[in-house]
Nanobody, 125 residues
Framework: QVQVVETGGGLVQAGGSLRLSCVATGRTFSNYAMGWFRQAPGKEREFVAAITGGAGTSTYYGDSVKGRFTISRDNAKATAYLQMNSLNPEDTAVYYC?????????????????WGQGTQVTVSS
């Protein structure tokens, strides 16, 4: 049984930073590709970032977060991170971490089998 748990959301002012963490347990973490998605009220779930399994040498970002967000992973801690800088109110959403038990990343929600419960990020203007 794979469990995915996100932490680190909260309220931040525009221009600020937050770091989200995602712990995935139940199988060998280094074998997972990890992804971050977000969903704002009334909108579809949107791809944010993804990282390949293993050493995580390849990363991918949605156009709206490129240059501001950074995804990384620490296999020893079975944890993926999303560092979010220069936040703006349009980044307000519930952020979800997802895992797929193959090493190559994807930007499609349907490619991820395991999801966390989500963590709220609110950016005030």
């Amino acid at each position: 049984q794979v469990q995915v748990v996100e932490t680190g959301g909260g309220l931040v002012q525009a221009g600020g930073s937050l770091r989200l963490s995602c712990v995935a347990t139940g199988r060998t973490f280094s074998n997972y590709a990890m992804g971050w998605f977000r969903q704002a009220p009334g909108k579809e779930r949107e791809f944010v970032a993804a990282i390949t399994g293993g050493a995580g040498t390849s990363t991918y970002y949605g156009d709206s977060v490129k240059g501001r967000f950074t995804i990384s992973r620490d296999n020893a801690k079975a944890t993926a991170y999303l560092q979010m800088n220069s936040l703006n109110p349009e980044d307000t959403a519930v952020y979800y971490c997802a895992a797929r038990f193959v090493p190559w990343a994807s930007q499609k929600t349907s490619d991820y089998a395991y999801w966390g419960q989500g963590t709220q990020v609110t950016v005030s203007s």
